[in-house]
């Protein structure tokens, strides 16, 4: 039986594939979540929701002013953390700097750093990486 920290491969590195199946499902948990919402809540501004692929942060202040539930931004807050996680495992597994992950959680770099990352082809380990 594989468990959660296999599935996620907790062991602080991430491959490409793993982490091109980890972000495509983090999409369609957020897709999921932002089309069930929209179609429960007719009245939502599409486009606001819409936006919050590029600027994670463009639900804060309808949030606060009581024009959007907790529930998109949720969703949002949940895709973000999941794609920083697994970014800087990534960035770590390819042999950079793994705290460049955090570029994933920036308005409108997100998505070039995210496909960068997955295009990076895995660092191979010496002996030496030990030292």
Do not use: E
């Not at 590195?13 to 809540?41: F, P």
Request: charged share 10%; net charge positive.
């Amino acid at each position: 039986m594989i468990t959660f920290k296999q599935l996620m491969h907790c062991d602080g590195r991430t491959g490409r594939l793993t982490y091109q199946r980890n972000v495509a499902l983090l999409a369609v948990g957020k897709a999921a979540v932002d089309l069930l919402y929209l179609a429960l809540v007719p009245m939502t501004n599409a486009g606001l929701v819409a936006m919050s692929w590029l600027n994670p942060f463009v639900l804060v202040g309808p949030w606060l002013n009581d024009a959007l539930t907790f529930a998109p931004c949720l969703g949002t807050a949940a895709f973000f953390a999941g794609l920083v996680w697994n970014s800087v495992h990534r960035l770590r597994d390819a042999g950079t700097v793994h705290w460049l992950g955090l570029l994933t959680a920036v308005p409108f770099v997100n998505l070039p750093a995210a496909v960068v990352m997955a295009l990076l082809p895995t660092r191979r380990h010496t002996v030496w990486d030990l030292v």
